[in-house]
Structures are given as structure tokens and as C-alpha cells.
């Protein structure tokens, strides 16, 4: 595997051997590499982005996000979205694997045409099952590099504590058929087109300590309860949050296109962004709306 070399005065470049150092640092080496240089990134011919209409700031819209019609083309900065894991909870239709891809591609294909050049993409998805397991992450992964996304990693979301105390260890201390209990879930970062978001005049609000622990692959926040949001699968707001503070600009656009309970909304104007959002079910609309109101009148970050 390489590492890093220090070469002084001249900053650091890949290496088969060195420190952990990373001044100046040069990566010619391997973004010349084979593997490197077959990877086909997307790029868009220029920059373009057009205003979201006034009377979609900051609403969720009741109906399904496989056709975005409101929203027009490269309007959008982020988009931060949990989708519905289809494991027969509540708010679930039980769809085939082959249906519930289909309908995350038509979700996702539109979230492409919304976001601008350099817009970025985060999916919080969970693995599931384990006769078979099925991994949803690596299926999206891949749908995304379809739909012309560049990807840009991936986080691992630790609940910890708050994993709780369920077991699922199959055969007990046997290796007749031991079972893994899923306690992290994944958060897949993707980019439309460049690398590089352009700024246009919009500050950036994360502090120097946020950005140097946020910027690693492993986040441990503890889940939110479901019974206190009244919601079967609310994910905590210090997630979405870190998102937008590591993705976005103040004044953003952020879209979530499974809106659920709306901590994407709350995660946005706590971070003095905008958000616009989809909701198949009325009820967990309201119940967002419910949530999202009084931060609307505080109107202030965390």
C-alpha cells in the first residue's frame, strides 16, 4: 500500500514507504496509475445554476420524489436523504429488491438533474437481513456511478451506546453459523460533475476543530428515537448537520427527497440554509412540520 514520503522543503508525494506526514502534498503518482486512470469521472461543460422558485423555499412537498417536477434543473446544492429501507416497517411497500432499486434509480436520476455542477449527494443507507445479507450500500453505490455521479467516499456511522443490547448471534459460540449484528450504518458522498463547488460570495460555517474531526471516515453519534419523533426511523440531527457544514455554503439549497420526520429540514436552518423536501405520507408530513416550526421562529445554529 503506499504512504507517504516527507521530502523537505518540497513537501510530501505517494511513496512505498515514510512517515505519516502530508505537507504540499503531491499526488501525480497514483492519479497517473492505471487504476487511477481508468476510472471515467464525469465532467459538465460549464456552470450553470438557476433559482429555486420563492414558494418552494423551505416547504415539503406532499407526493413522490421519482419526478421532481417543481424543481428546476441545477438548482440545488445538497441533497441529504435516508431512504426508506423496505423492511416492512410501517411506512414500508414491501417491494422486490429489483422494484425498491428501480424506485431509489428515479429518485436519485432526478436529484442528478436538480443539483448544480458540484453538487453534492449524501445517502445514509443500512445493510440488512442476513438469509441472505443484502448489501444495499454497494448496490447504491453502483446505481450512482450509473447515473453519472462521481463518488466521493464514504463515512461509517457508529450508533454506539446507542446500538443497544439486541443480539443476533445465530450459533452461540459455534462456528456452526455465527451472525454479525449490524451497529454501524454507511454514508455515501457523491459529487455531479466537479470536484469543486463554486462559493459565489456564500461564507462557510465550520469551525477548525469541526472540520478536522468531521473530515474522518468514522462518525459515532448515538440513533434517535424513534418513539420520541413518532417516526419508525428517524436518523439524529447532528448527522445531516455535519453534512451540511462539511458540503455546503450558507444560503444553501438543501433538498431531501425522503423527507420523514424532517431532520434534514432542521439540520438545514440550524446551519442557516434553506431546505426543500418530498413526502409520500401525509401524516409524517405533518408530523415534520410539527417538528420544524419552532426552529423556524429560532432561526439560529446550533
Not at 429555486?52 to 412537498?61: C, E, F, Q, S
Amino acid at each position: 500500500m503506499a504512504r507517504e514520503l516527507v521530502i523537505s522543503k518540497k513537501g510530501t508525494k505517494t511513496s512505498s514507504f515514510g512517515t505519516t506526514g502530508r505537507i504540499n502534498h503531491d499526488s501525480s503518482k497514483f492519479y497517473n496509475s492505471k487504476i487511477s486512470l481508468s476510472q471515467n469521472l464525469v465532467r459538465i461543460e460549464g456552470y450553470q445554476e438557476n433559482q429555486l422558485p420563492l414558494p418552494l423555499v423551505n416547504k415539503i412537498i406532499l407526493g413522490n420524489s421519482e419526478k421532481m417536477s417543481e424543481i428546476p434543473d441545477c438548482s440545488i446544492h445538497l441533497m441529504i436523504t435516508s431512504p426508506p429501507y423496505n423492511v416492512t416497517k410501517d411506512y414500508d411497500e414491501d417491494l422486490s429488491l429489483k422494484e425498491y432499486l428501480k424506485l431509489l434509480n428515479n429518485v436519485f436520476s432526478e436529484t442528478y438533474r436538480v443539483l448544480v455542477n458540484g453538487g453534492r449527494a449524501c445517502v445514509n443507507i443500512a445493510n440488512i437481513g442476513r438469509k441472505p445479507y443484502i448489501p444495499f450500500s454497494d448496490y447504491v453505490s453502483k446505481m450512482m456511478l450509473e447515473i453519472g455521479y462521481n463518488m466521493r467516499g464514504e463515512i461509517i456511522w457508529n450508533k454506539g451506546a446507542g446500538a443497544g443490547i439486541s443480539m443476533a448471534w445465530g450459533s452461540w459460540q459455534s462456528a456452526s453459523n455465527p451472525v454479525l449484528r449490524d451497529v454501524h450504518e454507511y454514508i455515501l458522498v457523491f459529487s455531479k460533475g466537479d470536484y469543486q463547488r463554486k462559493q459565489n460570495g456564500n461564507s462557510n460555517t465550520i469551525s477548525k476543530e469541526q472540520f478536522m474531526e468531521w473530515t474522518k471516515s468514522i462518525w459515532t453519534i448515538n440513533p434517535e428515537s424513534a418513539k420520541k419523533v413518532n417516526h419508525p426511523a428517524p436518523f439524529p440531527v447532528e448527522l445531516p448537520y455535519r453534512l451540511i457544514q462539511l458540503y455546503s455554503f450558507k444560503d444553501d439549497i438543501i433538498l431531501d427527497p425522503f423527507m420523514g420526520s424532517g431532520t434534514t429540514a432542521i439540520a438545514a436552518i440550524k446551519s442557516e440554509r434553506k431546505y426543500i423536501g418530498y413526502e409520500i405520507n401525509e401524516e409524517y408530513l405533518k408530523i415534520a412540520e410539527k417538528r420544524i416550526k419552532p426552529f423556524k421562529s429560532q432561526g439560529k445554529m446550533l
